[in-house]
């Protein structure tokens, strides 16, 4: 009786591990099966800050998580990121701290993990900072300047990283008037006032600005910003302009008016009745004569 329940309890021990497992298998947990492995692991870059994505595998359980490392291929030594050790399905993990040199080459992982099991590591492609991040315009605010456009720049802060300027050393800008679609380019270095000169005065203008490096070309070229440049001072030679041309509208009005009252005149005229007396010699005239008596 002793040997069968020692044998019982040695049964239920030896089976327990397979009970509490980490993968849900039509709501239970199995043990022995690795967890799917992350895929689609990606890195994004704009203005020098650096995004790392990915996606579940296939049936990866809900109470996943994942963790991320990054190798510098100089050092050839994976290196955990502290603040993407605990990440859920559908979080980012932001590499801009860890890519800390512009100039050399990252690599990323990703890995799924819950309770004892883990998956495989899904590894992203190479990575350059300074080449295959995406370079914005700069802030604009345009105003008019009479005959120029007077352009304020700043370039957007980023964190962890305080080059960013550098990379604005040059800047290409299009100008467009408004009017009839005439336009042309600038290319100036970096300077927070700009000013774009030998333009018509009041008139409306737009202008779009991108950043032009040695290193990348993954730019992109703002919105347009839009400004009237100053009106020109009034003239004496416009003042006369305009009084000519008022004379010239009198002076094909007055004969006009002239000829409309003498044709309206003649019209009143033949409407008259006949036989209607308008004076002392018309009464005259028609009072009968008499004949003297004898």
């Not at 990915?54 to 994942?66: A, I, M, Q, V």
């Not at 008019?144 to 604005?168: E, S």
């Not at 018509?200 to 839009?226: Q, W």
Request: with cysteine; aromatic share 10%; charged share 15%.
């Amino acid at each position: 009786m002793g040997s069968w329940m020692l044998l019982l309890l040695h049964f239920h021990l030896g089976n327990t591990p397979w009970i509490e497992a980490g993968l849900e298998v039509g709501g239970l947990d199995v043990l022995g099966l690795p967890l799917p492995a992350p895929s689609n692991v990606s890195i994004s870059s704009f203005n020098m800050d650096h995004t790392l994505s990915f996606l579940p595998g296939p049936e990866t359980p809900s109470s996943t998580r994942f963790k991320v490392e990054v190798l510098r291929l100089r050092k050839k030594s994976w290196r955990a990121v502290a603040d993407c050790s605990k990440l859920t399905a559908g979080q980012t993990c932001n590499l801009t701290r860890a890519f800390r040199d512009p100039f050399d080459y990252y690599q990323a992982r990703v890995q799924a993990f819950a309770a004892n099991r883990t998956s495989n590591w899904t590894v992203s492609e190479q990575f350059q900072p300074l080449s295959d991040t995406l370079l914005g315009p700069p802030d604009v605010s345009v105003s008019g300047c009479g005959n120029c456009l007077l352009l304020q720049l700043r370039v957007p802060p980023i964190r962890g990283f305080q080059q960013l300027q550098d990379f604005h050393r040059e800047l290409v800008f299009h100008v467009r008037r408004t009017r009839d679609g005439a336009q042309f380019e600038l290319n100036q270095p970096y300077k927070e006032e700009t000013m774009i000169t030998y333009l018509e005065p009041g008139v409306e203008y737009c202008v779009t600005i991108s950043v032009k490096t040695l290193f990348n070309s993954n730019t992109v070229t703002s919105k347009p910003y839009c400004a009237f440049t100053s009106p020109p001072p009034t003239s004496s030679l416009y003042v006369v302009y305009s009084l000519l041309g008022a004379f010239c509208v009198l002076g094909f009005l007055l004969p006009g008016l002239v000829v409309y009252c003498s044709q309206l005149g003649v019209t009143l005229l033949r409407r008259r009745p006949p036989g209607t007396l308008t004076g002392p010699a018309d009464r005259q005239t028609a009072t009968p004569s008499r004949t003297p008596r004898c």
